[in-house]
C-alpha cells in the first residue's frame, strides 16, 4: 500500500533533515518534489495543490529556515498536512439508531459492493455481537442475490428469503420489515450496481433511501480505479448523498491516489477499506496511522 509514495517521500525528506540549514530555495524545491510524488501516486491535481500551498504556508509561518532542525520541522508540518487531508479522525459506522438499523450498499457493479457487504455483517456479527439481516435489492441479476445468499451461508449471517418479482423497494420493505418481525440490529441492504453510473441506477437507489431512510449510505469503490473512483463517489454523492465511503482493493493498491483523494475531493470520511478477499479483511482507515506509515 502507498509503496511508491512512501519511497519517494522517505527520499525527499531525509535529503531535507540531513542538510542541517535549509534556505527558502531548499524548501520550495523539495516542495515541488513532493508535488510531483503526489502527481505520481495519482493524487488529484487540486489536492495536490492545496497540501503543497498548505505546508508552505505553515512553514513560512513558523519560520522554519530560522529553526534549529528546519528539516524535522518541514517533515513534521508534511505529516500534520497528510493527516488533515486523509480527514483529520478515523471515522467508523455509526448504529446509533432505532433497530433495525438500515444500511445502505451502493456503488458500481464490480466495487466488490456485496464481498464488503459481508464483510461489515460478519465484523457486526462476530466483532460487536449485533444480530444482523443482509437483502440483496438486485433485481436484474439473479446471481447477485445468490451471490449474497452463499456469502451468508458462509459467514453464518442471515440473508432475507428470495421472493422473485419484487422490486427493489419492495425487497428493502420486506428486509426491514423481518428485521423488526425477528429482533435484528441491523439491516445491510445491498443495492444493485450497474456498469457506469447511470440515471436509471440512481434513480432505483433513490427510491429505496426515501423508502427505508437508512442510518448510514455507504459507498463502495474500487481503490485500483484511482481517480475514476473519486468520480463515481463524488456522482453517487451528488444524487443520493453518501454518508461514508468503502474502499476496497486497497490490499494491491501500490499508488493510493483514491484513498488520499476521497476525503479531500468528496468530504466524506473513509469508513472502512477492504484489504483482501477474506470476511475479516477489512480495516478502519486512521488518517494518522497511515500518515505514519507512508513517512515511514
Ligand atoms: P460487486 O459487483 O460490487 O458486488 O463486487 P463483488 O463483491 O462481487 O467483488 C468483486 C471481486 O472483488 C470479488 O472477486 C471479490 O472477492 C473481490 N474483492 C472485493 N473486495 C476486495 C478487496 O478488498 N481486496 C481484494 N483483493 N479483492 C476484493
Not at 420489515?177 to 450496481?193: I, K, S, W
Amino acid at each position: 500500500m502507498f509503496d511508491a509514495l512512501t519511497d519517494r517521500l522517505s527520499g525527499i525528506l531525509d535529503r531535507l533533515t540531513r542538510r542541517g540549514a535549509l534556505t527558502e530555495a531548499d524548501v520550495a524545491e523539495a516542495m515541488r518534489e513532493v508535488r510531483r510524488a503526489l502527481l505520481e501516486a495519482d493524487v488529484a491535481l487540486d489536492v495536490a495543490r492545496t497540501f503543497i500551498d498548505r505546508v508552505k504556508e505553515r512553514a513560512v509561518g513558523v519560520d522554519v529556515v530560522k529553526s534549529v532542525t528546519p528539516g524535522q520541522m518541514v517533515v513534521k508540518i508534511v505529516h500534520d498536512e497528510l493527516v488533515a487531508m486523509l480527514g483529520a479522525d478515523a471515522q467508523t459506522i455509526s448504529l446509533a439508531a432505532a433497530a433495525p438499523v438500515p444500511i445502505l450498499m451502493v456503488g458500481l457493479q464490480g466495487s466488490g459492493k456485496t464481498t464488503s457487504t459481508a464483510k461489515i455483517a460478519y465484523r457486526f456479527t462476530n466483532r460487536d455481537r449485533r444480530k444482523v439481516l443482509m437483502a440483496s435489492l438486485d433485481t436484474r441479476r439473479p446471481a447477485a442475490m445468490e451471490q449474497l445468499a452463499t456469502l451468508g451461508t458462509q459467514t453464518g449471517v442471515a440473508t432475507l428469503p428470495i421472493v422473485p418479482g419484487q422490486s427493489a423497494v419492495q425487497i428493502a420493505r420486506r428486509a426491514m420489515e423481518a428485521g423488526r418481525l425477528g429482533g435484528y440490529d441491523v439491516v445491510l441492504l445491498d443495492t444493485a450496481g450497474r456498469t457506469t453510473l447511470d440515471e436509471a441506477l440512481m434513480a432505483e437507489v433513490a427510491e429505496v433511501k426515501r423508502a427505508v431512510d437508512p442510518h448510514e449510505v455507504l459507498l463502495v469503490a474500487d481503490a485500483l480505479t484511482g481517480q475514476d473512483a473519486v468520480v463515481t463517489a463524488r456522482a453517487f454523492d451528488e444524487a443520493l448523498g453518501v454518508t461514508g465511503i468503502v474502499l476496497t482493493r486497497l490490499d494491491g493498491d501500490g499508488r493510493g491516489g483514491a484513498a488520499l483523494s476521497m476525503r479531500a475531493v468528496t468530504g466524506k470520511p473513509i469508513k472502512l477499506v477492504g484489504v483482501g478477499e477474506k470476511f475479516d479483511a477489512l480495516d478502519e482507515f486512521d488518517p494518522q496511522r497511515i500518515a505514519n506509515r507512508i513517512l515511514g
